[in-house]
T-cell receptor, first 109, second 114 residues
Framework: QQPVQSPQAVILREGEDAVINCSSS?????VHWYRQKHGEAPVFLMI?????EQKGHEKISASFNEKKQQSSLYLTASQLSYSGTYFC??????????FGKGTRLSVIA | SAVISQKPSRDICQRGTSLTIQCQVD?????MFWYRQQPGQSLTLIAT?????????ESGFVIDKFPISRPNLTFSTLTVSNLSPEDSSIYLC???????????FGSGTRLTVV
């Protein structure tokens, strides 16, 4: 089953923060976050494994709440380069990723 | 992470014909995946291609329409057969570099069927 992402779309001004949520009705073993710019392939951002860990990548970080079967991606002090569609993907061990429908993020000056 | 070369990057095909997409990886990987991304949509898994065995197809995708080959641990092809306009999409291959949990994508093939 496909993870559920929210919101579907968000518009930010440069410097503003955003949170993108990803939830699953199936048990999450790991959550993978990707960003895709128009006309390009998805680019890996980070992975979170069971254990409720939080990771960071520059001003982008994420958390994974195993009990709630939920992950959140935090974008702080957004930059124009953050624009794109963000996908969360879940899998259960060594299986292919199943992706959510995506969240379209637009950062404007 | 692995580097994937995917060809062609785009093609325009006549309905009823077929297109074969190639995916070459710079390292040996156990599992390769093929996805379809329709315009403005998410990535939908077509099949998993393992070397030395038949590909495993997801619901809604059949081997006759999407035959896959996996002759070795660095290469795979996806053929989209008997093309119709509904097959117009971006097709992407993906690999998981064994043991890293990092799934890398090829640059994609944009197929337009006319």
């Amino acid at each position: 089953q496909q993870p559920v992402q929210s919101p579907q779309a968000v518009i930010l001004r440069e410097g503003e923060d955003a949170v993108i949520n990803c939830s699953s009705s199936k048990a999450l073993y790991s959550v993978h976050w990707y960003r895709q710019k128009h006309g390009e392939a998805p680019v890996f951002l980070m992975i979170l494994l069971k254990g409720g860990e939080q990771k960071g990548h520059e001003k982008i970080s994420a958390s994974f709440n195993e009990k709630k079967q939920q992950s959140s991606l935090y974008l702080t002090a957004s930059q124009l380069s953050y624009s794109g569609t963000y996908f969360c993907g879940r899998n259960s061990g060594n299986t292919p990723l199943v992706f959510g429908k995506g969240t379209r993020l637009s950062v404007i000056a | 992470s692995a580097v994937i070369s995917q060809k062609p990057s785009r093609d325009i095909c006549q309905r009823g014909t077929s297109l074969t997409i190639q995916c070459q990886v710079d390292s040996q990987v156990t599992m390769m995946f093929w996805y379809r991304q329709q315009p403005g949509q998410s990535l939908t898994l077509i099949a998993t291609a393992n070397q030395g065995s038949e590909a495993t197809y997801e619901s809604g995708f059949v081997i006759d329409k999407f035959p896959i080959s996996r002759p070795n641990l660095t290469f795979s092809t996806l053929t989209v057969s008997n093309l119709s306009p509904e097959d117009s999409s971006i097709y992407l291959c993906s690999v998981e570099v064994t043991g890293t949990w990092n799934y890398t994508f090829g640059s994609g093939t944009r197929l337009t069927v006319v």
